[in-house]
């Protein structure tokens, strides 16, 4: 069963609604499960459970079937999610624009490389779909394009 994932904030910001609202669409196009993730950072205080996740996302969009909503906790926010669509063997992750400079940042402590979706073709092999509220979601797939 193909794989979606979609990192938000908590509360939902505007973003993390755009980018959500792709997520779902991209998992009905493709008959895809969703996973939802938040992450709740060490240094950060504040605790969000799977629960309060699950219910914010359900007030906006509704009962979501084949969904999981996933909760976890790191110290950087990137490495977290990468880590959560390895783990999930995503074959899409969705992510909204702003979230792109953050990884891109993270990358170029990793590699001399900061070539995000090099990077992630390298080293997941999946679909990243960037989304920005104001213009139409951006698609770049690994397995469409060609190698370097």
């Known amino acids: 069963m193909p794989q979606v994932v ?3 904030r908590y509360p939902l910001s505007e973003n993390s609604r755009a980018t959500l609202a792709e997520a779902i669409n991209v998992s009905e196009e493709e008959g895809a499960d969703l996973t939802v ?6 240094q950060g205080g504040h605790k969000v459970s799977r629960a ?3 219910s914010a996302v359900e007030r906006e ?3 979501l079937p084949r969904t999981r909503y996933v909760v976890r906790s790191g ?3 990137e ?3 990468l880590d959560e669509v390895a783990a999930q063997d995503a074959d ?3 992510i909204g624009d702003k979230q792109v400079g953050r990884w891109r940042s993270m990358i170029r402590r990793l590699v001399d490389d900061p070539d995000i979706e090099h ?5 997941l092999d999946c679909d990243v779909v960037t989304v920005s509220p104001n213009s139409q979601p951006s698609r770049y797939s690994p397995s469409r394009s060609s190698d370097d």
């Open 61 to 63: 969009f509704g009962h």
């Open 92 to 94: 899409v992750v969705v």
């Open 6 to 8: 979609v990192p938000v």
């Open 119 to 123: 990077y992630l073709r390298d080293e």
């Open 79 to 81: 490495e977290t999610i």
């Open 37 to 42: 993730l938040h992450v709740n950072l060490y």
């Open 75 to 77: 110290m950087l926010v």
């Open 52 to 54: 309060q996740l699950k």
